[in-house]
């Protein structure tokens, strides 16, 4: 069974860090691309960030670059996200999931083949 689960959110004051983790199992990790994503309420889906794991490859949506770092540790079969200077626009359920490319473009989150249940951020001013 294809599965991803996340952890790591929270409550943070702005300004603060938190490290997101993406732990999958069920298909081959070193062959996919995954993703994170998040969902405001009222708001779209938003992808953010998606690295490649064979190369480690990354794509960052412009307005979170310099902020948001994706890595992978492909012994631990686990993508994260580190969220650095933590703002209010920031609170959101975040998922991580994998596409059905095999790289990492802008488009990415049009083609998920699945997430997870997603971890809340709330971000406090």
């Known amino acids: 069974e294809v599965q991803l689960v996340e952890s790591g959110g929270g409550l943070v004051q702005a300004g603060g860090s938190l490290r997101l983790s993406c732990a999958a199992s069920g298909f081959s990790f070193d062959d996919s691309a995954i993703g994170w994503f998040r969902q405001a309420p009222g708001k779209e889906r938003e992808g953010v960030s998606c690295i490649k794991i064979s190369d480690g490859s990354t794509y960052y949506k412009d307005s979170v670059k310099a902020r948001f770092t994706i890595s992978s540790d492909n012994a631990k079969n686990t993508v994260y996200l580190q969220i650095d200077s933590l703002k209010p626009e920031d609170t959101a359920v975040y998922y991580c999931?994998?596409?059905?490319?095999?790289?990492?473009?802008?488009?990415?989150?049009?083609?998920?083949?699945?997430w997870g249940q997603g971890t809340l951020v709330t971000v406090s001013s």
């Open positions: 999931a994998k596409t059905r490319l095999l790289y990492c473009r802008r488009y990415w989150p049009t083609y998920l083949e699945v």
